[in-house]
């Protein structure tokens, strides 16, 4: 027994006393013990902000069948629920959003239930909420299934890679059913089959299951950390008095004013005030309790053990009126990053004062015993009280508030040094590793294509050779952007960015999708260089099938089977896609959900991603429809529906490089007559709203065998030629590189 602390002589013989009575009382417990048990575990689990059980909701006892029942953990501060079976825990149940807040494709987290057991091993996985547009409306959830079950039997450590070649990523049907699990090692790479036409979202999903996992599985001591602290101490005795340990910092300090939870006392009066320390190391320990008595307390400790040291005065105490032998001290616990360090009975030996020089005297003080390797004395942590007291509302009405304070060994005592664990890949590291060739073909079509529209005086010398180039241009759009990219614009994309104000800017959530990142940043120049005719004319591949079925048509059945409307009629028509639009984004103020369903206006899913016939029926009848009238009539869809055409309409009005036109073109019927897009009026001016930039009006004004002032040049009939049209026809043949210099008319 230590000289200057007395532990208690008579634990032993209350313990004893205390499990007689206990025993007398079995059968008054026993109908309590019924009762309760009949009530839902959630009284003591999570809640949401509804106030509903989180298990309710959540269906627990869907994920894990075999669960005898749920408690929330009170070994982590982590919002963890234990699924025990037999009184014990053999899983631990968590929400990812609960833990990591990673935005998908559409800018929101995918909200995913977790199963760990004890080991790390994913039990279960099932995503129970998103607001991914290709699988809003696309991608059956059947597929989210497979997806996930590649996971199950898999544990939390291992490395993970999101790879091609199964059936997923090959965009096969997947409608039922789990790819096998093949056993690995633990800690080896584990391949999983990305979903086609989602890859951003399988990235995400990967990221959110395994980073949300981790944190848990580090919490519950499975894991060990991403950092290594090397801790060299050298906090040998040397004699200290106790205001020296406290302006040190070596003693930690809570006070808690009675005036907080009782409004008419004193301010200065302690409701109660706590000094704690861990006294583990020689020159706090052996000050505190003593030479004998520290070397007494480290034996009880054990070879990796921690000892504490709690003392307090005040009204309160930190025991709580509720202790008992064999039970827990409910007023206070320790926390050190996502671990919580609740103390038992057994964890606590009584002292009766310490004898520290100039130590005040304190109506209670312990030592607190705690065999857990994975604290670290080094570390930074947390000293939480939780104070309690009547409100006289009722005879048990009470408030309770929570107090703590921060306690960090001081420096001086040790030698730290950190060894970072290698940081795997990002998810937009990942991704743009994975696309790099993808990117690298979309750069070099996308860059070949602007050169044609800066140098297009290249190109429309000749009829035929303009025709031929635009048709190649088109057809590689639908190869390369709609079958091998599969990744068209669409108005998918924007609304993520009209939720910045509200969601604050998130470039990550762009950079995550290499294709849309560079096709964006390109729409956005060509927009105000060229307007809408750069991406609606010739890169959009959903436009150009239908442009390239539209010609084909044309050159196979008679001429009477190409139709345009009325110009009336397509004066209102068109009109139409602005309403759509303006719809779409109303909605999605309200709900991005419900606007990305009714995207589904655009074809483009259907035809590029999904499928035409994996769609539902009324979707593939959609387009159909679509296709066989766009047969007859040159890109209805384009020119009246589409609402991302007629967001790139709006944007048309910075156009600065626009197709110039002579004075002599509001006489002259010729552009006007050939236009399929109808955007030449009868006074000969181009409306760049509507206009696709085929370039045929360009180069029949250069044609001096289509051109009215040109043919009159032709014959010399100069006097049929206005002055302004006269000046513009010599500049461009003096300078054919130039042909946009000085026009008499321009367009609307």
Known sequence: MPKNILFQPLASLFSVIFSATKKSQHLLLLPILLLLSTTSWATNGLTLKDGKPFCETYKCSH???????????????????????????????????????????????????????????????EIVHHSEPILLVGIPESVLEVFMAQYIGKNVADKFEITSGGALSQG??????????????????????????????????????ITSGRMVAQALGILASDDTRIVTWHADYQPKTWDELVAEGSIGHLFVPTADLVSTADKNE?????????????????????????????GRAGENGKIFIVVSNGKDNYKGSGFVRGGIFERFYFQQGFNKYVFRDLSYEHLYGIKIDGAPNFKESGLFFLKEEHFDSSNLWQFYYIASHLTGETATSKIFKTYSAD????????????????????????????????????????????????RRDLIRSSAKRLDTVHITILTLSVVIIGFILKSPPSMTHIYPLLHTFEDGFQLDLYLSDPIQFVFWIAIAISLIWFGRGWFCGWICPYGALHELSHRLARSILPKKYNYNFPPKIHDVLR????????????????SIEMAERLTEVEPFKTTWLVGIFSREWY????????????????RFFCRYLCPLGALFSLASFFQIDRIKRYDFCDTCNVCEVSCDSMSI???????????????????????????????????????????????TIQERLKNSKKPQGGCGKGNT
């Open 63 to 125: 994920i894990l069948p075999n669960a005898d029942s749920f408690q929330q953990s009170k070994t982590i501060s982590l919002p963890v629920i234990e699924a025990l079976k037999g009184g014990k825990a053999f899983a631990y149940i968590f929400l990812s959003t609960d833990l990591v807040d990673i935005p998908a494709y559409s800018g929101k987290p995918m909200v995913t239930l977790i199963a760990i057991d004890p080991k790390g091993t994913i039990l279960n996985a």
């Open 172 to 209: 096969a049907d997947q409608t039922s059913g789990s790819q096998e699990s093949e056993i690995l090692e633990v800690g080896g790479n584990v391949p999983i089959d990305m979903i086609t036409g989602a890859t951003v979202t399988a990235q995400v999903m990967d990221q959110t299951l």
């Open 270 to 298: 302690a409701w109660v005030d706590i000094y704690f320390a861990d006294v583990t190391q020689p020159v706090v320990g052996i000050n505190m309790l003593g030479e004998s008595g520290y070397n007494w307390a480290k």
């Open 407 to 454: 306690f960090q060994f001081p420096e001086k005592y040790f030698d730290l040094k950190i060894i970072e664990k290698e940081k795997g890949p990002t998810v937009i590291e990942k991704m743009w590793k994975m696309k790099l060739g993808q990117v690298t073909l979309l750069v070099l079509f996308l860059a070949f294509t602007f050169f044609l529209f800066i």
């Open 575 to 590: 009109k139409l896609r602005y309403v759509i639009f303006f719809a779409l984004i109303g909605i999605s103020m309200f």
């Open 619 to 634: 979707l593939t009848l959609y387009w159909f429809a679509l296709f066989g009238i766009g047969l007859f009539i040159y």
């Open 681 to 727: 009026n009868h006074k000969g001016e181009i409306n760049r709203y509507e206009c696709y930039s085929c370039f045929e009006c360009e180069q029949a004004y250069h044609d001096n065998e289509v051109c009215p002032p040109l043919v009159y040049l032709k014959k010399g009939k100069l006097e049929r030629i206005s002055e302004a049209d006269l000046k």
